[in-house]
């Protein structure tokens, strides 16, 4: 059993535990095993509800400070992460932040919303207000990494723009999750050399097995 979170703080939801709201009236648990589980919303000395939701089983978790909603970070793919907010008093109207901003009208353009996308709830700025992290990479040539954050109202569904950080040109992009370039430099090469065998022939050579022929034949 998971205490009480602190106000706006996630935390790794266990697939065999459960999560206590900040006033304790509510409890989100799991059902069923690794790597996917659904969710249940259940009041103490109340009924349990189910949740219309098959997240990941490393989730992460959010209650909002006055109880009325939690966000769900749900990693999915290698190539995208899910937000989904639950309105307790609404459980089976499960909203999923990605589609909202998707048909919302913001300045992201849309190779940057269909490449690797990864969306992340950071944390509640009010009871309301809700801090969302988009960050990632464009799949489209040339390449490169963003990050944004919006705050979303999760009572109106609209977004209104916080930051963004300058586009930065990415050359490995087969690396999931808006990592910085990871070019590889040279550094030194020894020479090769020849190994001889018995009989003075050249079979292979090794840039590390440094053997002369004498020492070879002499075993």
């Known amino acids: 059993m998971l205490g009480i979170p602190a106000l706006g703080a996630g935390f790794q939801f266990p697939s065999c ?3 206590k709201s900040p006033d304790g009236k509510w409890e989100l648990g799991s059902t069923g095993d690794k790597p996917e589980f659904s969710l ?3 009041r103490f000395g109340g009924r349990t509800y189910p949740v219309r939701l098959v997240v990941d089983s490393r989730c992460n978790v959010l209650w909002s400070p006055d109880s ?3 966000a769900i970070n749900d990693p999915f793919a290698s ?3 899910r937000v989904f907010i639950l309105w307790v008093a609404a459980p089976e109207k499960v909203r999923s932040v990605g589609q909202l901003f998707r048909h919302s009208k913001t300045s992201v353009p849309g190779k940057e919303l269909n490449g690797h996308c990864y969306f992340q709830a950071s944390k509640w700025l009010g009871k309301n207000r809700l801090l969302i992290r988009i960050s990632g990479h464009t799949d489209e040539a040339p390449t490169y990494s963003f990050e944004h954050e919006y705050v979303f109202d999760v009572v109106s569904g609209g977004f209104r723009h916080a930051t963004s950080k300058k586009p930065e040109p990415v050359t490995n992009a087969g690396f999931a999750g808006c990592w910085a370039s990871t070019g590889f430099r040279h550094a030194t090469s020894k ?3 020849p190994v001889c065998a018995a009989d003075g022939s050249q079979p292979f050579q090794s840039a590390t097995n440094r053997v002369s022929p004498a020492a070879y034949s002499r075993r």
């Open 191 to 193: 020479k090769y050399e």
């Open 68 to 70: 009325a909603y939690v």
């Open 17 to 19: 535990g459960c999560c």
């Open 79 to 81: 190539d995208m992460s």
């Open 40 to 42: 249940r919303l259940r």
